[in-house]
């Protein structure tokens, strides 16, 4: 269970901070129920109640600083999510962000940076849908690595390429 202050990752929401842990109606049911209030990092006033026992989205810790420096170092060894079909692809791209994992974010945010580099040099333009995925992907990550490291999301972004560009 997380504790008032505590940072979490919350399915497409993204960072958050758990403003509240109480007992509230529960929506449709008599009893009551526990549940976090999130304020989203990212998302200006925004707030959600998310009951403490939900299995429907992922709630989960933020990673940690040592986490996040052995994530930056994998980097070479994580592989990618090559597909060649397109419809499958997207699926696979929308599982890997749903998971809430941060190492699926990378392997997404490989094969989609990979995808359109090869594409550039066939002389063809980055297709939508990875540029899409992409963005959602290095959001979600660069959000989460600015807690650990304590920086803005902007700074996490240059700091990950720094490191990505050193291994």
């Known amino acids: 269970m997380f504790e008032?202050?505590?940072y979490v990752v919350h399915g497409n929401s993204g960072v958050c901070k758990v403003e509240a842990v109480q007992e509230m109606d529960g929506i449709g049911a008599d009893k009551k129920r526990v549940y976090y209030?999130?304020?989203?990092?990212?998302?200006?006033?925004?707030k959600l109640f998310v009951p403490t026992d939900s299995k429907k989205v992922i709630t989960r810790?933020?990673?940690?600083k040592k986490e996040a420096q052995k994530l930056l170092a994998?980097?070479?060894?994580?592989?990618?999510?090559?597909?060649?079909?397109d419809k499958k692809r997207e699926e696979i791209y929308k599982e890997a962000l749903r998971s809430c994992d941060s190492r699926q974010w990378v392997k997404l945010i490989k094969t989609s940076y990979q995808r359109n580099q090869a594409r550039l040099k066939r002389g063809k333009k980055a297709t939508t849908s990875d540029e899409?995925?992409?963005?959602?992907?290095?959001d979600n990550l660069f959000g989460e690595l600015a807690i650990p490291f304590e920086m803005t999301k902007g700074e996490a972004e240059t700091f990950f390429i720094e490191q990505v560009r050193k291994v």
Not at 61 to 64: E, G, I, P, Q
Not at 74 to 85: A, G, H, K, R, S
Not at 132 to 138: C, N, Q, T
């Open 132 to 138: 899409r995925y992409l963005h959602m992907a290095e």
């Open 61 to 64: 810790s933020v990673m940690t």
């Open 74 to 85: 994998e980097w070479d060894e994580i592989e990618t999510l090559w597909v060649d079909n």
């Open 37 to 46: 209030t999130l304020i989203p990092l990212y998302t200006s006033g925004s």
């Open 4 to 6: 008032v202050g505590d």
